[in-house]
């Protein structure tokens, strides 16, 4: 807050030989790194670390594990391929989905 408060009072100022100041000339400039910069911490590298999070999740999926697809179909992962999973939602019915749908494990979920 301080740094802003600076920024605002030498912007009011006046220049002494009627030059433009440094802050004068790239104010706009430097305020928008600035929002960038906020953006940059706030927003976007936690969205990066979370993506993160999801995939490693993903990738440590084992057969026997208990989940739920994005169109909310819960069951038990069977087997474990590059880019898929089987997953067995009843006894001997079993789907094959895309790794990338699979969005939270169930156990977690029952014991929050």
Known sequence: ?????AFFLLQAQPA???EPTFLEQYSFLILMILIFVVMYF???RPQQKKQKEIVKWRESLKRGDKVVTV???YGTVSEVKDTFLILEIDA?????VDKSSVV???TD???K
């Open 16 to 18: 002494a030989q009627g």
């Open 71 to 73: 169109g909310g179909i």
């Open 109 to 111: 979920a029952q014991n």
């Open 1 to 5: 807050m301080n740094l802003l408060n």
């Open 104 to 106: 939270k494990d169930i």
């Open 42 to 44: 706030f927003m976007i």
């Open 92 to 96: 001997n019915v079993r789907i094959r």
